[in-house]
């Protein structure tokens, strides 16, 4: 077993914290709570088409 | 007026200036809004790409959102250089600086309160993955089954310490999980990686963040670096330090595994 300590950060560790962390904000033109859940979700589905064989998790929900 | 207004973060006024060559969403060097002692950090977007529609269009684009998403952690990592940044949520965007005012103002408490909670303190990232089993021994199709209950007992046999790893893996990353969250003053448990995204092999099996003082940051590393060659089959990855994105919302936040993992503490 090896710990592994990456000096570049990838993208999923970074999307983890950008997309789920950080204070969510509804402000005058800020995507609501809802919609950054949604973010997810299409990027789930993103995903799964780059990478036909493996099925997303998620229903398409819009 | 022309331009909207990204928001990267809300810290505390600070004296040492950001790096110069900084450059952060759309190419806009962040700037400074300072209103009822708090800062945000801003960055003029234009409307084309950053009202709603094309945001939401935009983020669609793995390629256009990894820009952005880089681009929003160099700056809270240049932040994070000079002061304790609360980030806010990719995607941030006012129409203008009053809009930006107005949301300090309505969260001016809140936002004070949490960055004195977080201030001095980062996060550090731990994943712990069991390695993809592997290939049955290459001498193994010579010990072809004679009988139909010879091959029934292989099976078994091959299913059996396939649970075992299994279980084996649950248990470590519970184990650390623990024994991280004593070091850590909070911890979250992020839903596990989609390795379609991560590339990563092995299967994810742990996906969590830990709020550590700076202070305590080595003792912290150096728990996870005991973990080196505790369970053969089992890889652990560290990231960090972050900024402490995890930890910046007022609610708990949603985490898929905090369910599957009843044995997970959260403290609060």
Redo the contacts between chains.
């Keep these: 077993m090896t710990v592994v300590e990456r000096r570049e950060i990838a993208l999923v560790d970074l999307l983890d914290r950008l997309l789920a962390g950080g204070v969510v904000i509804t402000g005058d033109i800020t995507l609501r709570i809802a919609d950054v859940d949604l973010v997810r979700i299409d990027l789930n589905a993103l995903i799964s088409s780059v990478n036909a064989n493996v099925p997303s998790p998620f229903e398409e929900s819009r | 007026m022309i331009g909207?207004r990204y928001?990267y973060a809300?810290c505390r006024p600070f004296s040492t200036p950001l790096q110069a060559q900084l450059s952060g969403v759309a190419g806009d060097p962040p700037r400074l809004l300072t209103h009822h002692g708090l800062v945000a950090v801003v960055s003029h977007v234009p409307e084309a790409d950053f009202?709603?529609e094309p945001?939401?269009a935009h983020?669609?684009d793995?390629d256009w959102?990894?820009g952005v998403?880089?681009a929003?952690?160099g700056v809270i990592d240049a932040l994070t250089t000079v002061t304790t940044p609360?980030?806010?949520?990719?995607?941030?965007?006012?129409?203008d600086d009053s809009?930006?005012r107005?949301?300090i103002e309505a969260?001016e408490e809140s936002f004070r309160h949490?960055l004195d909670r977080l201030e001095g303190r980062v996060?550090w990232?731990v994943k712990v993955f069991l390695e993809d089993a592997p290939k049955p021994e290459a001498a193994a199709p010579a010990a072809r089954p004679a009988s139909g209950r010879d091959y029934l007992r292989q099976r078994r046999s091959q299913t059996k310490s396939q649970d075992e790893l299994w279980q084996r893996a649950e248990l470590f990353a519970t184990q650390l999980h623990e024994t991280l969250s004593r070091v850590a003053e909070d911890s979250?448990l992020?839903?596990p990686?989609?390795?379609?995204?991560?590339?990563?092999s092995g299967r994810n099996v742990l996906?969590a963040?830990y709020l550590v003082p700076r202070a305590g940051s080595e003792e912290f590393v150096e728990k996870?670096?005991q973990?080196?060659?505790?369970?053969?089959?089992?890889?652990?990855?560290?990231?960090g330090p972050?900024a402490a994105?995890?930890?910046?919302?007022?609610t708990a936040?949603?985490s898929a595994s905090d369910e599957e993992r009843p044995n997970a503490k959260e403290r609060s």
Aim: without cysteine; hydrophobic residues 40%; proline residues 6%.
């Design positions: 909207l928001v809300v009202a709603e945001l939401r983020l669609e793995l959102l990894t998403a880089r929003h952690q609360l980030p806010l949520r990719l995607g941030t965007v006012f129409r809009g930006v107005t949301m969260r949490t996060e990232g979250r992020h839903a990686q989609n390795p379609a995204l991560s590339g990563a996906n963040a996870v670096d973990t080196k060659g505790e369970l053969p089959g089992i890889r652990v990855e560290l990231t972050w994105y995890s930890f910046a919302g007022d936040p949603e």
